[in-house]
Every structure is written in structure tokens, then in C-alpha cells.
């Protein structure tokens, strides 16, 4: 257990952060979930319409540190081929 105040603080803020940081980290692949899971039925104008949703779901996760910059690039990028492949 932490003895030192700047300690304790910091407990409580990396707890705080957790929970944030796992709000925006569901969310991110909650919604990048419903986006494969249409291309896979076979609904690709819907999941091309979440598309916005998405990125914009992955850019605020990686702005704050959730997940990494090139880590939201990669899945926003292969999220796009996926779409693009079952629309051809």
C-alpha cells in the first residue's frame, strides 16, 4: 500500500484513467465489431455508412492514449479493404 500522498494520488488517478480508458476501448470495438459483423452478411453499404462512427470512435481512442496511433491507422485501414472487397 502507498504510503506517500503523491502515491495515493497517483492510485487514484490510474484507477480513474482505467475506467475511462476501458469506456473508449469498448467502445472503439463495439462498433468495429458491428462493422464486421455486417460485411460478413453481406451488408456492405451499411458498414460503409458506420465507417464515420468508426474512425471517429479510433481516433479519440488513440488522441488519449488508448490504444496507439498506428494501431487506430491499421484497423481503420483494413476496415476500409474489408468493405471495399465485399462491394466489388
Known sequence: MAIIKSAKKNIRKS???????????????????????????????EAAALMPQVQKALDKAAKKGTIKKG????????????????QA
Not at 480508458?21 to 462493422?35: C, G, H, P, Q, T
Not at 485501414?77 to 474489408?82: G, I, K, T
Open 71 to 86: 494501431n487506430a491507422s491499421r484497423k481503420k485501414s483494413r476496415l476500409v479493404a474489408m468493405i471495399k472487397k465485399a
Open 15 to 45: 484507477a480513474r484513467n482505467a475506467v475511462f480508458n476501458l469506456r473508449r476501448k469498448r467502445a472503439a470495438d463495439s462498433i468495429v465489431k458491428e462493422v464486421k459483423t455486417l460485411v460478413t452478411e453481406g451488408k456492405a453499404k
